[in-house]
């Protein structure tokens, strides 16, 4: 099972990113996807998830700003993120799990395939 994260880089405040989550051996659509975000000296933390290809879940403090969504043809799951403000930096991770239960959707232990991660930096 591979996930390839893409899509950080440098953006100002305000502005936009489209990060994209493509997934191999694994059909999105039957996954609950996550993405959490881990700044420099913080813990890993919850930012957004849908529930295997359905319902999702947000952070508050991404909610009304971010949205996950899914392209089952390409098997991708894309997190577009608006309104980026500088406390938004940090890496990006996807993260995968056909088995987890609906409460343990925003904690990181519950996923058990990751990508590797891309670097969000939002400048003020």
């Known amino acids: 099972v591979q996930l390839q994260a893409s899509g950080g880089g440098l953006v100002q405040a305000g502005g936009s990113l489209r990060l994209s989550c493509a997934a191999s051996e694994l059909t999105v659509s039957r996954q609950t996807i996550g993405w959490f975000r881990q700044a420099p000296g913080k813990e890993r933390e919850f930012v957004a998830a849908?529930?295997?290809?359905?319902?999702?879940y947000y952070a508050d403090s991404v909610k009304g700003r971010f949205a996950i969504s899914g392209d089952n043809a390409k098997n991708t799951v894309f997190l577009l993120m608006n309104s980026l403000r500088p406390e938004d930096t940090a890496v990006y991770y996807c993260?995968?799990?056909?088995?987890?239960?609906?409460?343990?959707?925003?904690?990181?232990?519950?996923?058990?395939?990751w990508g590797q991660g891309t670097l969000v930096t939002v400048s003020s």
């Open positions: 993260a995968a799990d056909s088995s987890i239960i609906l409460s343990s959707v925003r904690a990181a232990r519950s996923y058990s395939h």
């Open positions: 849908r529930f295997r290809g359905t319902n999702t």
